[in-house]
Each structure stands twice: as structure tokens, then as C-alpha cells.
């Protein structure tokens, strides 16, 4: 009997993909604490004169399905998963900056519309 296991690479390659995820959603955390701490403290920054300025925590949403495109893209290459992940940012960036930038959503929800198809054609390909 051979009591020797294979070495765990998928665990390996999920830690360091987990502790950098976390990495950079820390570092998002902080920045956001800073620049909020900025602006308790009367410093006046360019970002706090929009009316929307919170429908930043919507783009910053983004930066899941970005990385997951990055961290495939890296692994694979070019593939119906990371156009996946990358039609997810597509509408969650949308999202945000319809708010941010006060757009009519009466005017721009056909774009919703096309976003959903991408994404059924892109998850229908990745399964």
C-alpha cells in the first residue's frame, strides 16, 4: 500500500486565488474608509460634489466579475466563461453609471435588454 497523497495543487492555486481576492477587496475596503474619512473631516474632494456619488459601491461590484475574467483569462485564454464574467461587469458597470451619472433609465433600458441576451448566450456556451 502506497500511503503517499498527490499534492494538492487545486488547493494550492484556490488559496492564493482566495488570499488575493481578499487582498484586494481589504485594500478596496480601506480606500473607501479613507476617502470617507476625508470627507468627515471638512476635505473637499471632486467625487463628493455628485448628487450619486454612493453609486460608486455599485461599480466597485464590478471588480468580482472583472477578476474572475482576469484569473480565467490568465489560466485559459479566451473562453465563453470569461465572456461571462465579463457581460456580468457589463451590467453591473451599466448600472452604476446610470446613477452616477443620472441618465434616464427610460431612455437607456434597452441596453439591459442586450446585456441579458449576451449573458444567456455566454452561461448557455459555459455549461
Known amino acids: 500500500m502506497n500511503d503517499q497523497q498527490p499534492p494538492l495543487e487545486s488547493?494550492?492555486?484556490?488559496a492564493s486565488v482566495s488570499s488575493s481576492g481578499s487582498w484586494v477587496l481589504g485594500l478596496v475596503?480601506?480606500?473607501?474608509g479613507a476617502l470617507l474619512l476625508?470627507?468627515?473631516l471638512g476635505i473637499n474632494l471632486a467625487i463628493f460634489e455628485y448628487d450619486n456619488w454612493w453609486a460608486i459601491?455599485?461599480?466597485?461590484?464590478?471588480?468580482?466579475p472583472l477578476s474572475r475574467a482576469l484569473r480565467l483569462m490568465v489560466r485559459g485564454g479566451w473562453s465563453m466563461e470569461v465572456a461571462n464574467a465579463l457581460v456580468s461587469a457589463a451590467a453591473i458597470i451599466t448600472l452604476g453609471?446610470?446613477?452616477?451619472?443620472?441618465?434616464?433609465?427610460?431612455?437607456?433600458w434597452p441596453v439591459f435588454l442586450i446585456i441579458g441576451g449576451?449573458?444567456?448566450?455566454?452561461n448557455k456556451a459555459s455549461k
Request: aromatic letters at 12%; glycine letters at 0%.
Open 11 to 14: 488547493n494550492t492555486k484556490s
Open 29 to 32: 475596503i480601506v480606500f473607501i
Open 38 to 40: 476625508a470627507r468627515n
Open 57 to 64: 459601491f455599485i461599480l466597485l461590484a464590478s471588480l468580482a
Open 97 to 108: 453609471l446610470l446613477i452616477l451619472l443620472d441618465l434616464s433609465v427610460l431612455v437607456w
Open 118 to 122: 449576451l449573458y444567456m448566450m455566454t
